[in-house]
């Protein structure tokens, strides 16, 4: 069975940091490119950044020079460095592989990420 279960989301004021985890079940998780989406009130659910298995990253321009992904393989757990936040960062934050896994029709249950004076 597919899990994916995020933590680590908070109330956080803007230049606050916070870090994300994703633990993953292991049969997805080793093999694949793991990456973190948000989906902002109103918006659809965009990638933000992802991580090769061999530990290649990218991130979407908005959260360059920011965000760090990082993967620990050998605990099937995934991480989402954040500094920096602004208001605009605020979202409910999922992993999954990427692309996601089954066509996006398997999500976990996501992490509040609230950028607010």
């Known amino acids: 069975q597919v899990q994916l279960v995020e933590s680590g989301g908070a109330l956080v004021q803007p230049g606050g940091s916070l870090r994300l985890s994703c633990a993953a079940s292991g049969s997805i998780f080793s093999i694949n490119a793991m990456g973190w989406y948000r989906q902002a009130p109103g918006k659809q659910r965009d990638l933000v950044a992802f991580i090769t298995s061999g530990g290649t990253r990218n991130y979407v321009d908005s959260v360059k020079g920011r965000f760090t992904i990082s993967r620990d393989n050998a605990k099937n757990t995934l991480y989402l460095q954040m500094n920096s936040l602004k208001p605009e960062d605020t979202a409910v934050y999922y992993c999954?592989?990427?692309?996601?896994?089954?066509?996006?029709?398997?999500w976990g249950q996501g992490t509040q990420v609230t950028v607010s004076s």
């Open positions: 999954n592989t990427m692309p996601p896994f089954r066509s996006g029709s398997y």
